[in-house]
């Protein structure tokens, strides 16, 4: 039952984005009802689990919501040009690197030769893995154009994404106690990114059930740990990849040539393995 929970968070997170796209709307319209349907969630949390919240957790939470919503708005960005199915595999080969460099110069994680070897190795997994989930296609010079912009929105997206994740660790603040300041901070960054384009309140309601996904699966995330480990529950989140990645093709019908579904394909499992590799290397 434990593991069947600890792959919670990767059905649920790589659900996210295909109900945003499937619900529709703008990506302003996406992002402020997936930050509010993770703000109803993380309200109701808060007062049935009662964790502390202090001043630092309060602001440091906020901050890393406020983040997370840069980095998810940015996501639905390129989604808009790429399809989900370029964009995700990307988008969290991205984050890999980032938050592994990270952690790796800031805290010290990894701390024995094996660990090196097999962090150098995925890292190595992860580059080839993002490089072949964004093999162009026929129309070359049109893709190739989508693709620069959609990789300069990722960018910003992937900076938003890891500073959610490093700032929490940095400052100690994570698990339940950062739920509800992160899903306050959430709520400010989506109004940020989106009042000046008026989202439709019809739309914006549709894209609650992404938000409220995605802080179960967070909730899923923080049960897990304790029970199968950080490495696991943090490998088998990755996981989240394939559901969105195979969700953007089959759900979604996004079409592809022969050269990118196999691209895509090995990019995955390349992805994949690295998350599993980063995992046992943080032991």
């Known amino acids: 039952m434990d593991i069947l929970i600890a792959l919670l968070p990767a059905l649920l ?40 919240l202090s001043v630092k957790i309060l602001i440091v939470g906020m901050i890393s919501g406020a983040f997370w919503a840069l980095g998810q708005g940015n996501q639905l960005k390129s989604i808009k040009k790429i399809g989900v199915a370029k964009t995700m595999p990307i988008s969290t080969g991205m984050q890999l690197v980032g ?21 150098i190795v995925a890292l190595l997994l992860l580059v080839t893995g993002v490089v072949l989930t964004s093999l162009k296609g ?8 989508s693709i620069k912009s959609a990789l300069n929105i990722l960018i910003i997206s992937s900076i938003g994404y890891i500073t959610y994740v490093v700032i ?3 400052f100690g603040v994570e698990g339940w106690d950062a739920l509800f300041p992160q899903a306050i901070g959430m709520v400010i960054g989506g109004f940020l990114l989106s009042f000046k384009h008026k989202p439709k309140k019809k739309a ?11 802080a179960l699966g967070n909730m899923a995330m923080f049960y897990s740990q304790p029970k199968v480990g ?17 969700g953007g093709i089959f759900i979604l019908h996004e079409q592809k040539t022969k050269k990118q579904y196999i691209g895509i394909a090995v990019g995955i ?15």
């Open 99 to 119: 938050t592994t460099l990270i952690s790796v110069i800031f805290f010290n994680e990894w701390k024995s030769t094996t660990a090196v070897i097999l962090g």
């Open 204 to 214: 914006v309601v549709k894209n609650l059930i992404p938000g409220v996904l995605w």
């Open 168 to 170: 929490g660790r940095f």
């Open 138 to 145: 026929d129309k070359d010079d049109e893709e190739n154009g």
């Open 230 to 246: 950080v490495a696991t529950s943090f490998s088998f989140s990755q996981m989240l990849v394939v559901v969105s990645t195979l």
């Open 13 to 52: 997170w790589g659900s996210v984005v295909l109900i945003n796209v499937k619900v529709g709307g703008t990506s302003y319209e996406q992002i402020m009802g997936t930050v509010l349907g993770a703000f109803i969630v993380g309200t109701a949390v808060y007062f049935i689990v009662q964790p502390e």
């Open 269 to 283: 499992i390349l992805i994949i393995a690295a998350a599993f590799l980063l995992g046992y290397a943080k032991k």
